[in-house]
């Protein structure tokens, strides 16, 4: 059973930086399709960036060039390095691990992000 940690959100001015992480346990993370999602107050959960098993990333429109995922093998780790944040990338920031299998899927708890204009 995986089991997926979000940590990093916070407040930040408009232009600042976060870096948000996300730690997986019972599951491996190079193993898995790792994304991050974002969900504003009244919005669905959106698509931010993801990470795949070969270590290539994509991105939703808005976050290419100001927001990069990577990877820690070692730390089972992978991380959301944000820069140049607006206060439209205001939401709860999730976690998910597809191990591409149909009870593979798992989420995390979210990690609040604000960004103050």
């Known amino acids: 059973q995986g089991h997926l940690v979000e940590s990093g959100g916070g407040l930040v001015q408009a232009g600042g930086s976060l870096r948000l992480s996300c730690v997986a346990s019972?599951?491996?993370?190079?193993?898995?399709?790792v994304s991050w999602f974002r969900q504003a107050p009244g919005k669905q959960r959106e698509f931010v960036a993801n990470i795949g098993r070969d270590g290539s990333a994509s991105y939703t429109l808005s976050a290419k060039g100001r927001f990069t995922i990577s990877r820690d093998i070692a730390k089972n780790t992978v991380y959301l390095q944000m820069n140049s944040l607006k206060p439209e990338d205001t939401a709860v920031y999730f976690c998910n691990g597809f191990l591409g299998t149909p009870t593979g899927n798992y989420w995390g708890q979210g990690t609040q992000v604000t960004v103050s204009s």
């Open positions: 019972g599951m491996i993370v190079s193993n898995a399709s």
